[in-house]
């Protein structure tokens, strides 16, 4: 069955960019009506939509975050990326990476999740 | 865009049924009949319990079931069972390929 996986550091600096990436497994990433999507949670907080991308490349990004924001696609790989720039303790959180159906508008399956820490 | 609104906490005693709701405007839940409801146990990811207001996904129980009236969405669990306490998140869609969660609802057995 498909299986996502997160990848990547676990700390990073204030200032710096926060890298992720997500290696889909048990099935392709090029599958038709399905994007591929971030979702964070702070701790102890709810769930925050960062973005997601098709197989092609095309992306939408939360707006509040989009300044930040970069979602790429590697379907060589069957992987996908985020990467949030000049981040902050606020960006600390857990990181889950999700098969978008983009019909239905839902997140179907979902990674194990990652925590980032952002700190000195 | 703002988080949609659910009650911080919900409780009932195994057997009875306990309703969340999941309150947006006319921009998220009211425009659109894309509301998903998530389940999310200590330390997990989230697990897709609804979608489309009122759809299951295979293997979810029959005991949860969603609806929505205006600019409100609501998930109710009939038959509470022990493994239904968990935190509930609910998500729609709002427009210009965007997407909004709510602030989460803690479902207690008591």
């Known amino acids: 069955q498909l299986q996502l996986q997160e990848s990547g550091p676990g700390l990073v600096k204030p200032s710096e960019t926060l890298s992720l990436t997500c290696t889909v497994s048990?099935?392709?990433?090029?599958?038709?009506?399905?994007?591929w999507g971030w979702i964070r949670q702070p701790p102890g907080k709810g769930l925050e939509w960062i973005g997601s991308?098709?197989?092609?490349?095309?992306?939408y990004y939360n707006p509040s975050l989009k300044s930040r924001v970069t979602i790429s696609v590697d379907t060589s790989k069957n992987q996908f990326s985020l990467k949030l720039s000049s981040v902050t303790a606020a960006d600390t959180a857990v990181y889950y990476c999700?098969?978008?159906?983009?019909?239905?508008?839902?997140?179907?399956?979902w990674g194990q999740g990652t925590m980032v820490t952002v700190s000195s | 865009q703002s988080a949609l609104t659910q009650p911080p906490s919900a409780s009932g005693s195994p057997g009875q049924s306990v309703t969340i709701s999941c309150t947006g405007t006319?921009?998220?839940?009211?425009?659109?009949?894309?509301v998903s409801w998530y389940q999310q146990h200590p330390g997990k990811a989230p697990k897709l319990m609804i979608y489309?207001?009122?759809k299951r996904p295979s293997g979810v129980p029959d005991r949860f079931s969603g609806s929505k009236s205006g600019n409100t969405a609501s998930l109710t669990v009939s038959g509470l069972q022990a493994e239904d306490e968990a935190d509930y998140y609910c998500?729609?869609?709002?427009?210009?390929?965007?997407?909004?969660f709510g602030t989460g609802t803690k479902v207690t057995v008591l």
């Open positions: 048990g099935g392709s990433i090029s599958s038709s009506s399905y994007y």
């Open positions: 998500s729609s869609y709002a427009g210009s390929n965007n997407f909004v």
């Open positions: 489309e207001v009122s």
């Open positions: 999700a098969r978008h159906d983009w019909v239905y508008s839902a997140f179907d399956i």
């Open positions: 991308i098709y197989y092609s490349g095309s992306t």
């Open positions: 006319s921009s998220d839940v009211g425009g659109y009949n894309y």
